[in-house]
Each structure stands twice: as structure tokens, then as C-alpha cells.
């Protein structure tokens, strides 16, 4: 497994920014697709985002498409959730994942290997 870790979440107002970071103490990221999974209290998990390995293809749920921006600073070896123009229907705990593939399989994939702790983001009106 791999053992990522998630940091960044806030109370923000609507209209507002803020920037998730994913990292993994002793494991290059850059081998692996991570996505961005999102739970709001009472809804099932929704995908958000997901970047696949070695700058390839990036994918992100209709809800937040021309908003967040999924990225790799591999000097960091950090991915971030650059979140734009927030909402309240954006509130949720964030978490970053990965199936150990190296491509993601569109916004969401089967089944994950790892998670994070997870990540509040609050987005008032």
C-alpha cells in the first residue's frame, strides 16, 4: 500500500480557492494514477479527479470540469486539487487515492488500494 496523505482542506466562502495537496512519504507518486474522491455527509463518494502517471491523461467529474485543476510537482512529489470558484455543494471530505495502476480509467476506478485520511473542505454561502 501506499501511504498517502492528504492536507489543505478549509472553511472558505463561496466564490473562493483553495488548494489540496496529496503526498506520499517514501513512495514516488509519480508511478501511480491518484484520484481525488469526494464525501459529502449523507451522499455516496464521487469521483473528482484523477491524473495518471508520467504527465498522462487527466480526468474530472462534469461537477467541477473547468474548475479544479489535478496536477503533479514532482520535485515535491506532491499531487495537487487546485479548487476554483467553489461552492457549497463542494463541501465534502477529500481524500486522495490510488489502485497502484499506473493510468487511470476515467474519473474513478473500480476499487482503490490506498487512501488518505481524508480532507475537509466547507464552503458557505
Known amino acids: 500500500q501506499v501511504p498517502l496523505e492528504e492536507s489543505g482542506g478549509a472553511l472558505v466562502q463561496a466564490g473562493g480557492s483553495l488548494r489540496l495537496s496529496c503526498t506520499a512519504p517514501?513512495?514516488?507518486?509519480?508511478?501511480?494514477?491518484i484520484s481525488w474522491i469526494r464525501q459529502a455527509p449523507g451522499k455516496e463518494r464521487e469521483g473528482v479527479s484523477c491524473?495518471?502517471?508520467?504527465?498522462?491523461?487527466?480526468y474530472y467529474a462534469d461537477s467541477v470540469k473547468g474548475r479544479f485543476t489535478v496536477s503533479r510537482d514532482n520535485a515535491e512529489n506532491t499531487v495537487y486539487l487546485q479548487m476554483n470558484s467553489l461552492k457549497p455543494e463542494d463541501t465534502a471530505i477529500y481524500y486522495c487515492?490510488?489502485?497502484?495502476?499506473?493510468?487511470?480509467?476515467?474519473?474513478?476506478?473500480?476499487?482503490?488500494?490506498?487512501w488518505g485520511q481524508g480532507t475537509q473542505v466547507t464552503v458557505s454561502s
Open positions: 491524473i495518471s502517471s508520467f504527465d498522462g491523461p487527466t
Open positions: 517514501g513512495f514516488t507518486l509519480d508511478y501511480y494514477a
Open positions: 487515492a490510488t489502485d497502484t495502476l499506473s493510468n487511470c480509467r476515467g474519473v474513478s476506478a473500480p476499487r482503490y488500494d490506498s
